[in-house]
């Protein structure tokens, strides 16, 4: 019989890639989800749907969560017991964005400059301070949802008239990098190399490991990372992203107290991946190298249904591996899967994302593919 049993709140595709990871360690997987048709129920030893999110608290070892946004009863029963690992807290501050803000100003972490809203008037005189900004709903604001763009007090009229509201400035940024690093209960930290991220519209669409930043970007993006990490007391994998302004200066966008989209390389990249070192780190299991092994890259399928023909041209192309998360459903934006790309050089890295882009989006990869870094030679 394994050894131990985790509970996973959240049926989602980080979910489904944790318990393939994690079934080397022999471990037992439990999964609660509101949904029976959600991806890691599919692969998980046992299944909880709906309210029986209790019976899996109660038989599990450890109980972690694939997404911030699950039951909060469940979330507090695995507290109360002991057995909650991120701690509730770092769960806690990232369900609001406001306090996830304040949280980050509170533990002496650079962020944009931002305001806390409380009234129309509020908002307009924000903006009026700011200029260029971003508003932002506290809650289930996430890749490019309840976000609003705005430079002008009279371009208001698309925002939820509902408070708080948090308004940042926005950042005109050179790149946006990511740190994904994994901790465990004793305190000891292991980094992955920062990865270099590329949005449209809010989302997460392609990202290259390692970023091409200057080591001092890099290191002192590690360094808040950590600090981060220390300030939460943090146990499993830690996801920050952060803007690198034009000045060379870093700051925090955001952070995910768990395994996130922008680690997804590290399943064909590293030695060991995000998702087993999650579990390795809550399970008290010792942490595994996170050695870049050759150049990598993830792009995201976004809201497009299983072809086969497209999955045959992809992985025709060397270096590239599929996930598809076998989502009941596709909708637009959605993420149904994502393909893994490593070569041996950042270069033909890039060369391949550019052809798996084309390929997965057609005619529109030109559009997505604005990206800030020049073309490759093709």
């Not at 809550?282 to 942490?287: A, K, Q, R």
Request: net charge neutral.
């Amino acid at each position: 019989m394994p050894s131990k049993t985790l509970g996973i709140l959240g049926g989602g595709q980080l979910g489904l890639m944790m318990i393939i990871e994690g079934r080397k360690l022999g471990v037992r997987f439990y999964v609660h989800d509101e949904h029976e048709d959600a991806p890691a129920l599919r692969v998980a030893d046992k299944a909880f749907v709906g309210d029986h999110w209790q019976e899996l608290v109660s038989s599990s070892d450890v109980v972690t969560f694939e997404f911030e946004h699950v039951s909060p009863k469940a979330l507090a029963m695995a507290h109360e017991l002991g057995k909650l690992r991120p701690n509730l807290t770092s769960v806690l501050v990232k369900q609001s964005k406001i306090r996830e803000r304040e949280f980050l100003r509170e533990v002496g972490l650079p962020t944009p400059r931002f305001a806390v809203v409380n009234s129309r008037s509020e908002l307009e005189s924000a903006v009026e301070r700011f200029g260029k900004c971003v508003v932002k709903v506290p809650y289930g604001a996430y890749d490019g949802k309840g976000q609003y763009y705005t430079g002008n007090p009279k371009e208001l009229s698309e925002v939820p008239n509902q408070y708080p509201l948090l308004v940042d400035e926005f950042v005109r940024f050179s790149k946006e990098i990511s740190v994904v690093l994994a901790r465990s209960a004793s305190g000891e930290v292991r980094f992955y190399p920062a990865i270099e991220n590329y949005n449209h519209e809010g989302i997460l669409i392609y990202s290259i490991a390692p970023a091409q930043v200057p080591d001092e970007v890099e290191t002192k993006a590690l360094r808040l990372a950590k600090q981060l990490a220390e300030a939460l007391n943090y146990v499993g994998v830690l996801a920050v992203e952060f803007f690198v302004t034009r000045g060379g200066d870093v700051l925090i966008n955001e952070f995910a107290p768990r395994v996130h989209n922008t680690g997804h390389w590290t399943l064909l990249g590293s030695i060991t991946s995000q998702f087993e070192n999650h579990v390795r780190a809550i399970l008290d299991y010792p942490l595994g190298d996170t050695e870049l092994l050759r150049p990598s890259a993830i792009v995201n399928i976004l809201g497009k249904p299983w072809n086969e023909d497209m999955a045959n041209r992809i992985l025709s192309i060397p270096g590239t591996k599929i996930w598809w998360y076998n989502k009941a459903e596709v909708r637009p934006r959605r993420k149904m899967g994502h393909v893994n790309i490593i070569a041996n050089s950042i270069g033909e890295v890039r060369r391949r994302v550019f052809d798996v882009m084309n390929i997965i989006y057609g005619e529109e990869a030109e559009k997505i593919l604005k990206s800030p870094w020049p073309k490759p030679d093709m």
